[in-house]
């Protein structure tokens, strides 16, 4: 036992010694698996970051076309198939996740009122984290498009007689 102890002692004095070659090796070694671990999971976390961005993006486009069939003054078929046809434009697909269209919408302040919600849900892939857990990361990303009554326009006119 106290053989060990010696050897162990040996070992940290060395790394204590300046100027013994294999210390920098040494501790690179050793804090390399720290490092590169980080950087894996903040390259993780911005790709989650980035997908949700370009989800909220796809669900602002296909509440926008719904809203724009619903003020043409077409049924709900044909606005959940405008506001599907738009996210599937935009980069989303149905093997990705689901879309929900709902006119009016379902919950918040817009309930009852002339507007289109849709929530798009996905599941982002893991790639470093997957060492931890193999569940899925979802991600969610909901738009309400407000149709509003327009104003009466009013002309002004310089020529009187025109």
């Not at 997908?51 to 606005?79: C, F, M, N, R, W």
């Amino acid at each position: 036992m106290e053989w060990g102890a010696r050897i162990l002692r040996r070992f940290v004095s060395r790394l204590r010694q300046p100027g013994e070659s294999g210390n920098v090796a040494t501790i690179f070694a050793l804090s390399l698996p720290i490092v590169v671990g980080g950087a894996g999971l903040g390259i993780e976390t911005s790709y989650w970051y980035y997908s949700s961005l370009k989800l909220q993006a796809v669900a602002d486009a296909a509440a926008y076309a719904g809203a724009l069939e619903k003020v043409s003054g077409s049924d709900t078929p044909k606005i959940v198939s405008a506001a599907t046809a738009s996210a599937t434009t935009n980069g989303w697909g149905p093997s990705a996740g689901t879309i929900e269209v709902f006119s009016p919408p379902s919950a918040g302040p817009n309930v009852g009122k002339k507007a289109v919600e849709v929530v798009v849900h996905q599941n982002l892939d893991r790639f470093f984290t997957s060492i931890f857990t193999q569940n899925a990361v979802g991600a969610q990303a909901r738009a309400v498009a407000l149709i509003t009554d327009a104003s009466k326009a009013c002309i002004l006119t310089v020529d009187p007689s025109a």
